[in-house]
């Protein structure tokens, strides 16, 4: 029997196990944040938001999911509004 785990909050995050293929738009052993995309997760790809500052779909087996505490989450969503609000 499957268990499934429940995440409290939308935002995901991911390590870069490989980037052969995209060296220039990920930085291996890098965290990155994943965005939601059920579409994209059912053909194996994860939408992760990469160097360049934008969200673009990786292979999902580049990336290993990691669960954070969540006031670190917190603070890094909050690093990331602050990043996204300074560039635009």
Same mark, same amino acid.
Not at 46 to 64: H, I, K, N, Q, T
Not at 67 to 78: A, K
């Given at each position: 029997? *499957?268990?499934? %785990?429940r995440? %409290?909050?939308?935002?995901?995050?991911?390590?870069?196990?490989d980037? *052969?293929? =995209? +060296?220039?738009?990920?930085?291996?052993h890098?965290? =990155?944040?994943?965005? +939601?995309?059920?579409?994209?997760?059912r053909h194996?790809?994860?939408? @992760?938001?990469?160097?360049?500052g934008?969200?673009?779909?990786?292979p999902?087996?580049?990336? @290993? +999911?990691?669960?954070l +505490?969540?006031? %670190? @989450?917190? @603070?890094?969503?909050?690093?990331?509004? *602050?990043?996204?609000h300074?560039?635009?």
């Amino acid at each position: 029997m *499957a268990t499934t %785990t429940r995440r %409290t909050s939308a935002s995901r995050f991911a390590i870069c196990v490989d980037n *052969a293929e =995209y +060296p220039a738009s990920l930085e291996l052993h890098k965290l =990155y944040r994943v965005i +939601p995309d059920k579409e994209a997760e059912r053909h194996g790809d994860l939408r @992760v938001v990469d160097e360049s500052g934008e969200d673009y779909l990786y292979p999902a087996d580049y990336f @290993v +999911p990691v669960d954070l +505490p969540r006031n %670190t @989450v917190r @603070v890094l969503n909050r690093a990331y509004r *602050a990043a996204s609000h300074a560039t635009a």
